[in-house]
């Protein structure tokens, strides 16, 4: 089945430093959502992109859909503490009638104060 | 109100029990799904009713069982589940899933274990 790749799996940075975690499909994207998963939690929707090349910003948060409708990031411009959580990227699968979402293996972000 | 909510937040059952889990919303939304996540991995999308009508069987065992009794309620009935079954179910919402891809609204959880 369609598969999509996160990277890195983890990362851990220190308060005030930048994040950033990718997403890579195989197959051309009609669109691409990201959702926030805290520790404990459950996925809250952060943002959806639908045009090639787009651009986004949420406060500290950039999210990017690449030119080609492949891939797309998700930077964090100085941690905080509140950023602890697994970012997923997701996106529309099957094919059908009925739309679905696939989900990205997920980069779980550590924070350190 | 942008809430989905879930019952019971933790279940511990044996494996010849019967049990179900619920979830509710009261946005008038039209699509719903059950997702299973296991720990360190992606939620794994079960089923989606559209319109109250079951739209996806992700191929799920027949011992997880359905039910949209109207627009706001969705059901799992679980039977003779496994161990592996043990998990975190999640009910989602959306505002439709027949036309453009909405964002998802999801519950809490059930923490189920199965002993």
């Known amino acids: 089945g369609q598969q999509v790749m996160q990277i890195p799996q983890y990362q851990h940075v220190q308060e005030g430093e930048d994040f950033t975690t990718y997403c890579n499909s195989s197959?051309?994207?009609?669109?691409i959502q990201w959702y926030k998963q805290r520790p404990g939690g459950h996925p809250v929707f952060l943002i959806q992109?639908?045009?090639?090349?787009e651009v986004k910003k949420q406060k500290r948060l950039t999210f990017q859909f690449g030119e080609a409708k492949k891939n797309s990031s998700l930077h964090i411009t100085a941690t905080q503490t509140t950023d602890v959580g697994t970012y997923f990227c997701?996106?529309?699968?099957?094919?059908?009638?009925?739309?679905?979402?696939?989900f990205g293996t997920g980069t779980l972000l550590a924070v350190q104060p | 109100d942008t809430e989905v909510t879930q019952t019971p937040k933790h279940l511990v059952m044996g494996m010849t029990n019967k049990k179900s889990l619920k979830c509710e919303q009261h946005?008038?939304?039209?699509?719903m799904y059950w997702y299973k996540q296991k720990a360190k991995k992606p939620p794994e999308l079960m089923f989606v009713?559209?319109?109250?009508?079951?739209?996806i069987n992700e191929s799920v065992p027949s011992r997880f069982s359905p039910e949209c009794p109207n627009s706001s309620l969705l059901n799992l009935h679980l039977h003779a589940l496994q161990p592996e079954d043990s998990a975190l179910y999640l009910c989602?919402?959306?505002?439709?899933?027949?036309?453009?891809?909405?964002?998802?609204?999801f519950g809490p959880g059930t923490r189920l274990t199965v002993t």
């Open positions: 997701a996106v529309k699968g099957g094919g059908g009638a009925t739309n679905k979402l696939i």
């Open positions: 992109l639908v045009k090639s090349g």
């Open positions: 946005m008038g939304h039209r699509a």
């Open positions: 989602a919402s959306s505002q439709t899933a027949d036309r453009n891809l909405y964002e998802q609204y």
């Open positions: 009713y559209s319109y109250e009508k079951l739209s």
């Open positions: 197959t051309t994207l009609s669109n």
